[in-house]
Nanobody, 120 residues
Framework: QVQLVESGGGLVQPGGSLRLSCAASRSAFNILWMGWYRQVPGKQRELVAAITSQGYTRYTSEKDDVKGRFTISRDNAKNTVNLQMNSLKPEDTAVYYC???????????WGQGTQVNVSS
């Protein structure tokens, strides 16, 4: 079993930045995919960004502008995955969940979630 612990959420004004971090409880080298989903009340959880242990990245195709504003990165030696979010918009408000597994869908492991609020 892998435990994933997120940090870095909070309240930010539109146009601001946040950096989310997720730490895995065991070697991330053995976790092929890691990344982030987000969810707002009443909607399905959606993929934001994912990265393999070799550094291949995937950003959600439903929100094309995410790739230009968000950057996912991974440090296998530190068992962490990060999401740098710039130029945040109110519609980015959601609970962000870290995930890990053999695929980006379905997911094997979830973190507990961290709230991101973008509001003036």
């Amino acid at each position: 079993q892998v435990q994933l612990v997120e940090s870095g959420g909070g309240l930010v004004q539109p146009g601001g930045s946040l950096r989310l971090s997720c730490a895995a409880s065991r070697s991330a080298f053995n976790i092929l995919w890691m990344g982030w989903y987000r969810q707002v009340p009443g909607k399905q959880r959606e993929l934001v960004a994912a990265i393999t242990s070799q550094g291949y990245t995937r950003y959600t195709s439903e929100k094309d502008d995410v790739k230009g504003r968000f950057t996912i990165s991974r440090d296998n030696a530190k068992n962490t995955v990060n999401l740098q979010m710039n130029s945040l918009k109110p519609e980015d408000t959601a609970v962000y969940y870290c995930f890990g597994g053999s695929s980006w869908y379905p997911v094997d492991y979830w973190g507990q979630g961290t709230q991101v609020n973008v509001s003036s």
